[in-house]
């Protein structure tokens, strides 16, 4: 199975920057933000972060303003916050070398067990398994597992890890289920291991993997206020990105309502109604330049809707 996987992927594989010459410093920026986001979201913040940051060192002497305004929009900024200080542990303690060991990685802000195994096959071509939302709907197809069990699906990855080359295998198991084997209507005919599922030969493949209950949608209302100044706007900085002033009721001032947006947080719907207006500056408001400072998805949407006002 893993030879006609390997040769499915090498005929098949997409062209992405990570993969030409397999660079540790890209393989690992690029897994980062590849954590709960598409390689299609993904692929012009790697290469605007790339562009800019070209080296582990340049990415250790940035200012986290500079590391959290090119990840502005890409969401979930924890996952900058610990590239950026594992960055400076690797120049401070390890000369600028990503390590290529297991247990020094662990050690390393926001690497845990599948991203120290993703970089260590990918980058190192070392034999490591990695377990994605992909590689377990893979796997679970291929065994017919109607359980989640995650020992299973590690112990299946390691088995498979150490019959065929490290770095091939690992990106072919998530390939497949990216491009072949999706969770709804997977292409079952084009798949190059068809002969060795267990769950196509007992027609399962809408009931495996095992489906994860998600947590039930909470909505909330919120008030966010635009308030310009001079060409400056209120804002405040939060955990390194800058927002408008928000609240869970109406807030008082002289304020205009100019539109609504949406956005969701994990399981938490937000409605936003947006206002323009004036309102008194708390002491931690600024009056800041919106175009020079990391702002998050949802500050680019709220602004989006008050800027046609604005420009009134």
Avoid at 79 to 96: F, I, P, S, T
Avoid at 279 to 288: G, K, L, Q, S, T
Wanted: hydrophobic residues 40%; proline residues 5%; charged residues 20%.
């Amino acid at each position: 199975m893993h030879e006609d996987l390997v040769r499915w992927f090498e005929a098949n594989r997409r062209d992405l920057p990570w993969r030409n010459g397999y660079d540790p410093y890209h393989v690992w920026v690029s897994e980062v933000m590849l954590q709960q986001t598409q390689v299609e979201t993904a692929l012009p913040y790697f290469e605007r972060f790339i562009g800019t940051l070209s080296s582990i060192h340049a990415l250790a002497n940035a200012d986290e303003h500079t590391v959290l305004k090119l990840w502005a929009g890409l969401g979930y900024y924890s996952r900058a916050r610990n590239l950026h200080a594992a960055a400076k542990r690797v120049v401070a303690e390890h000369g600028g070398i990503i390590p290529n060991d297991y247990e020094t990685l662990r050690t390393l802000p926001g690497i845990g067990q599948y991203m120290a195994g993703a970089i260590l096959s990918i980058a190192f071509n070392r034999a490591y398994p990695i377990v994605d939302g992909n590689v377990r709907r893979v796997l679970s197809r291929i065994h017919g597992w109607t359980a989640d069990n995650p020992r299973q699906q590690w112990n299946a990855a390691e088995q498979l890890v150490r019959q065929a080359e490290p770095r091939m295998i690992n990106q072919a198991l998530m390939e497949l289920g990216a491009t072949v084997c999706s969770f709804k209507s997977p292409r079952c005919l084009l798949c190059p291991v068809q002969q060795h599922c267990a769950a196509f030969r007992m027609g399962l493949q809408d009931q495996i993997p095992a489906v994860k209950k998600r947590p039930e949608t909470v909505r909330v209302n919120v008030f966010a206020v635009v308030h310009a100044q001079n060409e400056r706007l209120l804002m405040r900085k939060q955990k390194g990105l800058w927002e408008f002033p928000m609240f869970g009721d109406m807030p008082a001032g002289a304020l205009a309502k100019v539109g609504t947006c949406r956005h969701t947080i994990t399981h938490h719907r937000l409605e936003v109604s947006v206002f323009s207006g004036a309102i008194d500056p708390a002491n931690e408001f600024e009056w800041v330049d919106i175009q020079s400072v990391p702002i998050s998805s949802l500050t680019k949407k709220i602004y989006s809707v008050a800027q046609q006002k604005l420009l009134d």
